[in-house]
């Protein structure tokens, strides 16, 4: 079971343009949303993160937004660059618990 | 300061053989998450350690064990490989004061496994 489900699978946006991935979750038990961010022959590093008290965080370029009760949660990346290209990933966790990931988005920024 | 250091960063096996990944903590760390990740996909959850103990366990086949030293780093052995074992394995690691706070774990660039 997949509790955590991540789209688009990859993404194509131009360089300056607004970058959105989605993800839903199904455990209402989770209370703590980070985004990953991976390049490749790298491991995942921490974006941004949320918790479900606030709708809204920004940091930079990058925003999430939060929706409890659809259970649904989104990165933005305004004024994309190409050094963003790389594949992100959403998760989900509970207290001390492990992180659940979604499948990735395969991000290219085109010049 | 170090981040997580995990060797090797390359590995060929045999189908049937046995590997142990090796993971080292970054600095104030004890806890330590083993993660796989096949290609195209998340990374899953495989175990995790602390206070040497395995604390929590992922879908994974007994196959797979692990091991948390005193100095908190850790090892993952895989018994009788299969192809399927092929992929890149993180190791991740936290503290407590960030699990309390915001428990982004750092994880290392992982070791690229792959069974022939």
């Known amino acids: 079971q997949q509790q955590v489900k991540q789209s688009p699978q990859s993404l194509i946006v131009q360089k300056g343009g607004i970058s959105i991935i989605n993800c839903a979750y199904e455990?209402?038990?989770?209370?703590?949303f980070p985004w990953y961010q991976q390049f490749p022959g790298k491991g995942p590093a921490l974006l941004i993160a949320?918790?479900?008290?606030?709708s809204e965080k920004k940091e930079g370029r990058f925003t999430i937004s939060f929706n409890k009760s659809a259970k649904q949660f989104s990165l933005h990346i305004m004024d994309s660059q190409p050094g963003d290209s790389a594949t992100y990933f959403c998760?989900?966790?509970?207290?001390?618990?492990?992180?659940?990931f979604g499948k990735g988005t395969m991000l290219l920024v085109s010049p | 300061d170090a981040g997580v250091t995990q060797s090797p960063t390359h590995l060929i096996k045999t189908r049937g053989q046995q590997v142990t990944l090796r993971c080292s903590p970054k600095?104030?760390?004890?806890?330590v998450s083993w993660y796989q990740q096949a290609l195209g996909q998340g990374p899953q959850f495989i175990f995790q350690y602390y206070e040497e103990e395995e604390r929590q366990r992922g879908n994974f086949p007994d196959r797979f064990s692990g091991h948390q030293f005193p100095n908190y780093s850790s090892e993952l052995n895989v018994n009788a490989l299969l192809l399927g074992d092929s992929a890149l394995y993180l190791c991740?690691?936290?503290?407590?004061?960030?699990?309390?706070?915001?428990?982004?774990?750092?994880f290392g660039s992982g070791t690229r496994l792959t069974v022939v």
């Open positions: 600095s104030g760390h004890d806890t």
């Open positions: 949320i918790r479900p008290d606030v």
């Open positions: 455990n209402t038990a989770f209370d703590y």
């Open positions: 998760a989900a966790t509970s207290g001390y618990s492990t992180l659940t």
């Open positions: 991740a690691s936290s503290s407590p004061l960030e699990r309390g706070n915001s428990p982004g774990y750092t």
